[in-house]
């Protein structure tokens, strides 16, 4: 494996079903498709479907253009319904194997470059190497199929400039919804540097918010 040929897998609104759930819901013996999915139920009302995907335990997990409330959920498949904990969000990060983190040298963290994107991901030990990226990210990038590991690359964040406390700098290459949001509840307006990628959800919420700086959106 290459360090600078990292597989990359976009993570998506799912429900991640242990078997007992699984047969609940599709039935005994069902197989899931990779095209499965499953309704997120609230009181009687579906309010999201996501993709369902087998596993250990029973969790929902939400990307970041997702916003549901988290309490009386339930999966509900062809067949039948079970109630799930609140979601938790979806969780970016590298994997790799033992090995390979040490031949590398890879600590708790790595910064890998998706194109002309670079973001910092936690770093889990696993099987096969694999970086997982929220969709929103992953659009934003350009729906890249690999990524590039940048060894002694720090992404720390910078102080925000004092010069206008009304403006709000990302550092990041990718502004997202959730910068959006932030800068609106902090009553701040974004301003975008050169080349800067804004994803196609933060450009429309920052156009109805009017949150981005004159010129910039």
């Known amino acids: 494996m290459r360090p600078d040929a990292l597989p990359v897998r976009p993570l998506g609104s799912r429900a991640v079903l242990p078997p007992a759930a699984l047969a609940a819901l599709f039935g005994a013996g069902a197989t899931l498709r990779p095209s499965a999915t499953v309704e997120v139920v609230r009181l009687g009302e579906v309010v999201a479907a996501v993709a369902a995907v087998p596993g250990d335990a029973l969790a929902l997990f939400l990307d970041g253009t997702d916003s549901i409330p988290s309490d009386g959920l339930r999966?509900?498949?062809?067949?039948?319904?079970?109630?799930?904990?609140?979601?938790?969000?979806?969780?970016?990060?590298?994997?790799?194997?033992?090995?390979?983190?040490?031949?590398?040298?890879?600590?708790?963290?790595?910064?890998?470059?998706?194109?002309?994107?670079?973001?910092?991901?936690?770093?889990?030990?696993?099987?096969?190497?694999?970086?997982?990226?929220?969709?929103?990210?992953?659009?934003?990038?350009?729906?890249?199929?690999?990524?590039r590991w940048m060894p002694g690359v720090d992404l720390a964040p910078e102080p925000e400039p004092e010069a206008d406390s009304h403006q709000l700098v990302i550092e990041r290459r990718v502004v997202t919804e959730t910068d959006v949001r932030q800068a609106r509840l902090k009553h701040r307006r974004i301003r975008l540097a050169p080349g800067q990628l804004v994803t196609p959800a933060a450009r429309s919420l920052a156009r109805e918010w009017d949150v981005f700086e004159d010129g910039t959106g």
């Open 75 to 147: 999966l509900r498949g062809p067949i039948g319904a079970v109630p799930v904990g609140p979601p938790e969000r979806v969780r970016q990060r590298l994997v790799l194997p033992d090995g390979l983190r040490r031949a590398w040298g890879v600590g708790e963290e790595a910064t890998l470059a998706f194109g002309r994107v670079a973001v910092s991901l936690a770093v889990e030990s696993g099987a096969e190497p694999l970086v997982e990226i929220g969709r929103a990210l992953w659009l934003g990038a350009g729906r890249p199929d690999v990524a």
